[in-house]
T-cell receptor
Framework: GEQVEQRPPHLSVREGDSAFITCTYT??????FFWYKQEPGASLQLLMK?????EINEGQGFTVLLNKKDTRLSLNLTAAHPGDSAAYFC??????????FGSGTRLLVSP | EAAVTQSPRNKVAVTGGKVTLSCNQT?????MYWYRQDTGHGLRLIHY???????EKGDIPDGYKASRPSQENFSLILELATPSQTSVYFC?????????????FGSGTRLLVI
């Protein structure tokens, strides 16, 4: 079945720097993907949902890139600020009733 | 506002005891899910459900049962709790009408088995 490998597990950046997180998925039939953000002690909140038809997806303060050829999904937080400190999870789906999550990246943005 | 509510928020149980984690959703979603979250493993699917009366095994079902008595409620049951089941448990709901539905998560239950 689908497996999703997420890297790095921990990431520390300075305020204003970029933070880059990557997920590699194994099932080339995956056609929709999610990024979730989890602040400390809180639940997961949807950051962005993307489809395989769009390779570059712009959000507020971040960009999600989808490389279908390499089966890679990336999240780039541009100009990170301390409020971005959280755990980030990617997920991939093939149209069934469940998606597969990556193991998460704990991001720390220091002033 | 549509939501997923979990109870209890925190639970301490003794080894061998029975634990029931409850989840209620007001999203009118057919699909519901139970995950556990452990450091280094991310979210792992325990059980899920397509609707009232349905329960399906996820990726790590051993030691857990699930019950979906209604559209709104989905419970996770640990008949004989073990310390290895100490974790944070998340319930989620998803819309079955769209195959690519995102999930709405509850706030989580922290379970400590001693």
């Amino acid at each position: 079945g689908e497996q999703v490998e997420q890297r790095p597990p921990h990431l520390s950046v300075r305020e204003g720097d970029s933070a880059f997180i990557t997920c590699t998925y194994t099932d080339p039939n995956s056609y929709y993907f999610f990024w979730y953000k989890q602040e400390p002690g809180a639940s997961l909140q949807l950051l962005m949902k993307v489809f395989s038809s769009t390779e570059i997806n712009e959000g507020q303060g971040f960009t999600v890139l989808l490389n279908k050829k390499d089966t890679r999904l990336s999240l780039n937080l541009t100009a990170a600020h301390p409020g971005d400190s959280a755990a980030y999870f990617c997920a991939a789906g093939t149209g069934g009733y469940k998606v597969v999550f990556g193991s998460g990246t704990r991001l720390l943005v220091s002033p | 506002e549509a939501a997923v509510t979990q109870s209890p928020r925190n639970k301490v149980a003794v080894t061998g005891g029975k634990v029931t984690l409850s989840c209620n959703q007001t999203n009118n979603h057919n699909n519901m899910y139970w995950y556990r979250q452990d450091t280094g493993h991310g979210l792992r699917l325990i059980h899920y459900s397509y609707g009232a009366g349905s329960t399906e095994k996820g990726d790590i079902p051993d030691g857990y049962k699930a019950s979906r008595p209604s559209q709104e409620n989905f419970s996770l049951i640990l008949e004989l709790a073990t310390p290895s089941q100490t974790s944070v448990y998340f319930c989620a709901s998803g819309d079955a009408k769209t195959a690519n539905s995102d999930y709405t998560f509850g706030s989580g239950t922290r379970l400590l088995v001693i």
